[in-house]
């Protein structure tokens, strides 16, 4: 019998190898299973890998071996119906074929999944796999990491130019004054002794002249005390902090009227998820500003944004005024990337939509990196939907698209962020 040992370098991720195997060979099922869990996450959350399940039928393989051979009589315990050479009836189709298999499933799998778990990286990969941003030509730049210096307090050590004068002398004196108080006090009080002997009338001349012996050597201790010395110097500290230029900021608009149903406001959350994980592959730093709207818009955060509910018509121009408010107020266009995304059922006012044509012809679209309008109907489209049409033919960062249902939802996130050929 033959030992292998496995002696490769890579010895935390003995796997690897096999494992990226794996994900090829069966890429197309695990892709499936991917897209599939979508529904499931939050917008936001990506800091996890996804448990997904593929069909024991897709990876089965066949299996040679020999058979038992020769001819087998078998006695089958509490058989009261059949004898020796009965015919045995076919069983009726869609029955059973044995134990284990189809027996104590309701969804027409007779087996387990096979369960594996992929990474957050190994997720993200297999997920956006062929796509990319469009218009990132122009804001490769912000890619790049910047640093800002900025002063970080005092050290000991550094070049003559970053010497700060007024630590050093503060320290120095700290340093003078401990090393030469309790002299001093002994100068002063040797001084005074002298002062009244040689105002005293007949004092011991020996006794005056050791004072002044005693007051010139502790003169002279105090003199050898340096001004400044190489422990006393201070200088200026300088550290550098990453500038965050790769940083943007994605603002989701819906509408919440009574026509937007829960299952339209679902389809709508796939989309955003689906744009929020795309967009954190590009940049480090994303926020994301949640904007529902009726008649009126309003910031909200995400559990209100896709489980809320009004009653009542539909100004799509109300959130397209509240997003060119926040995005002036709180993310600069020369600081941040910018993106947005619409969701919608059709629906607004006639007299509305041509104001959104102006609101983004002037004010959003000249400072978005790109807008996806995406309209989720099986109706046919009405006065938005031909505003923002118009709309895709001055600018190309902007992009309409239609969903009918969910399977519509990756395939049309894949048909807006395709590569583009170069």
């Known amino acids: 019998m033959a030992n292998f040992i496995d002696r490769r370098l890579n010895a935390k991720g003995k796997s690897t190898v096999n494992r990226q195997r794996f994900i090829n060979r069966y890429k197309q099922q695990i892709k499936k299973a991917v897209s599939d869990a979508i529904t499931r996450r939050s917008v936001t959350d990506i800091d996890k890998g996804e448990k997904i399940g593929i069909p024991t ?49 309701n969804s027409g799998e007779g087996e387990d999944d096979f369960v594996f778990q992929v990474s957050k990286d190994e997720y993200l990969e297999l997920l956006f796999e062929d796509l990319e941003l469009p218009n990132l030509q122009r804001n490769r730049l912000n890619k790049l ?49 002298l002062k009244t002997l040689e105002g005293t009338a007949g004092a011991s001349a020996e006794l005056i002249i050791t004072l002044q012996e005693q007051i010139e050597a502790l003169k002279a201790k105090i003199a050898k005390v340096p001004f400044i010395d190489t422990f006393d110097l201070r200088f200026n500290n300088f550290a550098k902090r ?140 009405q006065t938005l939907w031909r505003e923002y049409e118009q709309l895709t033919e001055k600018f190309d960062n902007m992009a309409v698209r239609n969903i009918r249902q969910v399977e519509d939802i990756y395939p049309v996130f894949r048909e807006l962020f395709k590569k583009q050929a170069v």
């Open 57 to 105: 039928r897709d990876i089965s393989e066949p299996v040679f071996h020999q058979g038992q051979g020769g001819v087998r009589e078998r006695v089958h315990p509490g058989n009261d119906q059949f004898t020796r050479g009965d015919q045995i009836e076919r069983p009726p189709a869609g029955g059973s074929g044995g134990a284990g298999q189809g027996e104590a499933s």
């Open 242 to 381: 990453e500038i965050p230029t790769s940083q943007a900021v994605m603002f989701c608009l819906m509408d919440v009227s009574g026509s937007m149903d829960q299952a339209t406001k679902e389809m709508a959350k796939r989309f955003y998820i689906l744009l929020y994980l795309f967009l954190t592959r590009t940049y480090k730093n994303l926020e994301v500003v949640y904007i529902r709207h009726h008649t009126q818009a309003k910031e909200v955060d995400e559990h209100e944004f896709f489980y809320s509910q009004e009653t009542g018509g539909t100004i799509v121009s109300s959130a397209l005024k509240l997003m060119h408010e926040i995005q002036q107020a709180r993310y600069p266009a020369d600081e941040w990337n910018i993106y947005a995304a619409q969701a919608s059922d059709g629906d607004n006012w006639a007299d509305d939509s041509p104001l959104c044509h102006q609101i983004l012809e002037k004010q959003i679209l000249p400072m978005v990196r790109y807008y996806s309008y995406i309209e989720i109907t099986n109706r046919p489209h």
């Open 145 to 193: 990491v910047e640093y800002q210096t900025y002063r970080a307090g005092f050290t000991n050590d550094g070049v003559p130019a970053n010497i700060n004068i007024v630590r050093s002398l503060r320290s120095s004196l700290a340093r003078r004054t401990a090393m030469s108080a309790d002299k001093k006090r002994q100068l002063r009080a040797l001084e005074e002794e």
